[in-house]
């Protein structure tokens, strides 16, 4: 079992940056391939960012290339988003995930975290 706890969220305005983090605890965490999704009201959720157990491979979707890195420290078992430029559509609830293969879709992700809020304001 793997239990996953965001923390980082909060408000800021646009073009301000913020640092999620997601510590896992689970001592096989460097096995994991961890990811960000997100949903915004109304919306589904969708694949943010995700980075290979050695972060040799990350994935990023078109939406926040440039704007956002995710990097991971498998010494601490975290794994970090930080976001810069932000707007005011990033506005969501943000998720990590752990999975046992690189996959951009959700139903891939066998452990999720309960969330942390990122509301950017205009």
């Known amino acids: 079992q793997v239990q996953l706890v965001e923390s980082g969220g909060g408000l800021v305005q646009a073009g301000g940056s913020l640092r999620l983090s997601c510590e896992a605890s689970?001592?096989?965490?460097?096995?994991?391939?961890m990811g960000w999704f997100r949903q915004a009201p109304g919306k589904e959720r969708e694949f943010v960012a995700a980075?290979?157990?050695?972060?040799?491979?990350?994935l990023y979707a078109d939406s926040v290339k440039g704007r956002f890195t995710i990097s991971r420290d498998n010494a601490k078992n975290t794994v970090y988003l930080q976001m810069s430029s932000l707007e005011p559509e990033d506005t969501a609830i943000y998720y990590c995930?752990?999975?046992?293969?690189?996959?951009?879709?959700?139903?891939?992700?066998?452990?999720w975290g309960q969330g942390t809020q990122v509301t950017v304001s205009s």
């Open positions: 689970v001592r096989t965490f460097s096995t994991y391939v």
């Open positions: 980075t290979s157990w050695s972060g040799g491979s990350i």
């Open positions: 995930a752990a999975a046992f293969r690189a996959t951009m879709t959700s139903s891939g992700y066998n452990y």
